[in-house]
């Protein structure tokens, strides 16, 4: 496991690369970044490498480059730039190897474009932009290889809307509304194809609520409720078909390690064992 970069004391930039081996358990040191960056994303490409963009430098200003790492050495390479400097995108593996950028905050405001990165060609193009800005949402790949967006925000305007890119057409398409607006929800593949979505916030505060993505209907349906309001936690599919929903805040300023999971078969949220320390705006 990689972790690399993020900010602490007041936002100190970090480089500091680290890796865990998880059969001889200690993490060590491996190079550090090019660039201290945080709030970026980091995606492994087919090939094995570590594709990171984006995210905030130590100035506080937004990034628009992007590094590689090599774990066969443990080395980072520049890797061109994005056509922006953006954080809080969503950064997401195609089918074809490609990973797609979607939208984000340039310091500003929140964006609309979205760029593309060939591994093969080490090359960044530009693709169809969104039909709106929006940060804090989600992209998941569907089983077909199209990308389903659903929700996200821009100012004070919260999304129900959901797209789909198809990577053959290079084009964005409508695709049924969720049955209520929600931004840094969580969201999750399930074995069947469809996608749930839960959590989030919106305009009226903190959300518990779930929905379910049909994509052969392109529709969504509700879906047993979270234990919690949960808003930037994180969830990810289980081997079994389960999934694991943990962290985020529940309310104002109250951050949780607590932790549940969701399973299709049920279908429910069951609590489970919670974290040792409560977080947030973490990775899995």
């Known amino acids: 496991v990689l972790m690399t970069g993020g900010s602490y004391n007041n936002w100190t930039g970090l480089t500091d690369s680290l890796v865990f081996d998880p059969i001889t358990e200690p993490w060590s040191n491996t190079d550090s970044l090019g660039t201290a960056r945080a709030y970026h994303t980091a995606t492994v490409l087919l090939d094995g490498k570590v594709l990171v963009a984006g995210g905030w430098d130590t100035r506080d200003s937004p990034l628009a480059t992007a590094e590689l790492y090599d774990p066969s050495d443990g080395s980072w390479s520049n890797t061109g730039s994005m056509s922006a400097a953006r954080t809080y995108h969503s950064a997401t593996l195609l089918a074809d190897g490609r990973v797609m950028l979607v939208g984000g905050y340039n310091g500003t405001t929140e964006m609309d474009s979205v760029d593309l990165y060939d591994p093969v060609e080490g090359t960044w193009s530009s693709t169809d932009p969104l039909e709106v800005p929006s940060r804090s949402h989600t992209t998941t790949l569907l089983p077909d290889g199209k990308l389903l967006l659903a ?41 069947d194809g469809t996608v749930l979505v839960a959590g989030g916030a919106n305009a009226d505060g903190l959300l518990a609520s779930a929905e379910i993505y049909d994509p052969d209907q392109g529709s969504w349906s509700w879906a047993s409720p979270m234990d919690i309001p949960r808003v930037a936690g994180q969830s990810v599919l289980l081997p079994g078909g389960d999934v694991l929903t943990c962290g985020g805040i529940s309310s104002e300023s109250n951050y949780q390690s607590s932790a549940a999971i969701y399973h299709p078969a049920l279908p429910d949220f069951v609590a489970t064992d919670g974290m040792n320390v409560p977080r947030a705006d973490f990775s899995i």
Do not use: E, Q, V
Request: charged share 10%.
């Open 151 to 191: 929700g996200g925000f821009s100012g004070s305007n919260y999304y129900s809307s959901a797209y789909l890119y198809d990577p053959t057409l290079a084009a964005w398409s409508d695709t049924g509304d969720m049955n209520t607006s929600r931004a840094g929800h969580l969201a999750a593949l399930l074995p």
